[in-house]
């Protein structure tokens, strides 16, 4: 393989061109796609609703269209096992982590060991999509966060 395969933006898929890419990109990996979308906390650390979640899935789906047979949530926060982890990520083809708190989004990948499965799968071919937080933790240093110093670094007192 050339290279990975990734999309990193501030503010998602948010123009034509970007979609569009991402169809392709789609495309070329699969008939149809199976999209591991990772919530994040806000950026002071805060939980979300479930419906602002299930809204950027629903979002998910229609940008890739047919392309896009299943939207999985997988929360980083919860996996306490390997083969839970495992599990979540098997025939994942697109993994997508959205905005949300830079620090708690990188502890909860490496906590539950999913920053190095992610790589592996990247290496194999599947898509990395991330957006402001999650596109930061996709960098070699977490210095992008540290610009408007807006993301609380305990996340709410969950990380220490």
Same mark, same amino acid.
């Given at each position: 393989?050339?290279?990975?395969?990734?999309?990193?933006?501030?503010?998602?898929?948010?123009?034509?061109?970007?979609?569009?890419? /991402?169809?392709?990109? %789609?495309?070329?990996?699969?008939?149809?796609?199976? !999209?591991?979308?990772? =919530?994040?906390?806000?950026?002071? #650390?805060?939980?979300?609703?479930?419906?602002?979640?299930?809204?950027?899935?629903?979002?998910i789906k229609e940008i890739g269209g047919e392309n896009v047979k299943e939207v999985r949530m997988v929360?980083?926060?919860?996996?306490? /096992?390997?083969?839970? %982890?495992?599990?979540?990520?098997?025939?994942?083809? !697109?993994?997508?982590? =959205?905005?949300?708190?830079?620090? #708690?989004?990188?502890?909860?990948?490496?906590?539950?060991?999913?920053?190095?499965?992610?790589?592996?799968?990247?290496?194999?071919?599947?898509?990395?999509?991330?957006?402001?937080?999650?596109?930061?933790?996709?960098?070699?240093?977490?210095?992008?966060?540290?610009?408007?110093?807006?993301?609380?670094?305990?996340?709410?007192?969950?990380?220490?």
């Amino acid at each position: 393989m050339a290279g990975y395969r990734v999309i990193l933006t501030s503010n998602g898929l948010s123009s034509s061109e970007l979609k569009e890419e /991402f169809r392709r990109m %789609l495309a070329a990996r699969s008939e149809t796609a199976t !999209v591991c979308y990772v =919530p994040t906390r806000d950026w002071l #650390g805060r939980l979300r609703e479930a419906e602002y979640f299930e809204k950027q899935m629903a979002h998910i789906k229609e940008i890739g269209g047919e392309n896009v047979k299943e939207v999985r949530m997988v929360n980083l926060e919860r996996i306490r /096992f390997e083969d839970d %982890l495992l599990t979540a990520f098997k025939d994942i083809d !697109v993994i997508w982590i =959205p905005n949300g708190n830079t620090y #708690g989004i990188l502890h909860h990948m490496r906590a539950s060991g999913a920053s190095q499965l992610i790589l592996e799968l990247m290496k194999k071919g599947s898509i990395f999509v991330g957006t402001s937080g999650g596109s930061i933790v996709a960098g070699r240093t977490m210095r992008t966060a540290f610009w408007k110093d807006w993301d609380d670094r305990t996340v709410n007192g969950t990380v220490t």
